[in-house]
């Protein structure tokens, strides 16, 4: 087929590989522009213009999709279909209807469960047994559209980077399938129950809050490893927390409880009220297992977060 794909992050460069490993014809890829990253502010570009440009595709980076001269551009690319991942623009419905077989999106939440920016976050944040990956025909709405496939994988304990990794992995797969056989990958409607919304992270959401319990402490932390980064504050400084065990013990709500970093939180079942950091950063210094850190830092029993 010939396709133009749209994505931005690294979550989204496995189907770019997948498309190319297919023999697919990749007439262009859209990513966002280049940001300001690192220290120096100097422009960046994102992990799939760099995956792109590797490859030898011509590359694109509107601000926005909105102008007609954009729109137009597009549709003389004469696509058979157009390939989303984490593209991070909306899509007018001039390129919606602009490839013959319409655009597919690749999305990382059981839709209609988080629709929207966040899915893998929130989905762990929410405490769900399991999520997955989709390939959606895409319409106006959010997220709205008819469902072509579908994988599904465990929550279990991992981060939202391990998550993402291994969902971008199995979106990728799902798509070359969907793309070798798109009249047996029929689009279904969404469920019209069960809808939820994956709203994107805001900076306040990363302050740790010891006042829920010990289980969804844990999961907050899950949920901003790698990036932002979940965190507390003692005497002013900043110390990212990136992995915790919850264990038991009882106190008053960010309060240390040993000389082993032991939290408190706002309780839980079987006595679980407490979380102890196995991974720790201080401000400016590098991520550090906790025995590493407790070596060189010193948070006594008795301090209050």
């Known amino acids: 087929m010939r396709i133009a794909f749209m994505g931005t992050p690294d979550f989204a460069v496995p189907t770019l590989?997948?498309?190319?490993?297919?023999?697919?014809?990749?007439?262009?890829?859209?990513?966002?522009?280049?940001?300001?990253?690192?220290?120096?502010?100097?422009?960046?570009?994102?992990?799939?213009?760099?995956?792109?440009?590797?490859?030898?595709?011509?590359?694109?980076?509107?601000?926005?999709?909105?102008?007609?001269?954009?729109?137009?551009?597009?549709?003389?690319?004469?696509?058979?279909?157009?390939?989303?991942?984490a593209y991070g623009l909306i899509l007018p419905q001039a390129i919606l209807d602009a490839p013959r077989f319409g655009c597919l999106n690749v999305h990382g939440s059981l839709l209609p469960r988080w629709r929207g920016a966040a899915p893998v976050q929130r989905a762990i944040l929410a405490g769900d047994h399991e999520t997955g990956v989709m390939v959606m025909q895409m319409e106006a709405g959010l997220d709205t559209g008819?469902?072509?496939?579908?994988?599904?994988?465990?929550?279990?304990?991992?981060?939202?980077?391990?998550?993402t990794t291994e969902l971008a992995e199995l979106g990728a797969g799902l798509m070359a399938a969907v793309l070798a056989n798109l009249e047996g990958y029929s689009a279904k409607p969404q469920a019209p129950d069960g809808v939820t919304y994956a709203s994107k992270i805001d900076k306040a959401e990363t302050r740790l809050n010891f006042s829920a319990e010990a289980r969804a402490v844990e999961r907050q932390i899950r949920a901003f490893n790698p990036a932002p980064g979940a965190w507390f504050e003692y005497r002013g400084e900043r110390y990212r927390v990136l992995a915790a065990d919850i264990v038991s013990g009882a106190g008053p709500m960010g309060r240390i409880l040993d000389n082993q970093l032991k939290i408190a939180c706002g309780g839980g079942a079987g006595g679980a009220g407490a979380v102890r950091p196995s991974l720790i950063q201080r401000a400016g210094k590098p991520v550090m297992p906790l025995a590493d850190f407790l070596r060189g830092n010193h948070i006594p029993a008795g301090a209050q977060l």
């Open 17 to 85: 590989n997948s498309l190319a490993a297919a023999g697919h014809e990749i007439a262009v890829v859209y990513c966002q522009p280049p940001r300001p990253a690192g220290r120096g502010k100097k422009l960046t570009p994102s992990a799939v213009q760099a995956c792109a440009q590797a490859m030898g595709l011509e590359v694109r980076t509107p601000v926005s999709l909105r102008q007609e001269s954009e729109q137009t551009d597009f549709a003389a690319l004469n696509l058979d279909v157009a390939v989303v991942a």
């Open 146 to 163: 008819r469902v072509r496939a579908r994988a599904i994988t465990p929550v279990a304990r991992k981060t939202a980077g391990e998550l």
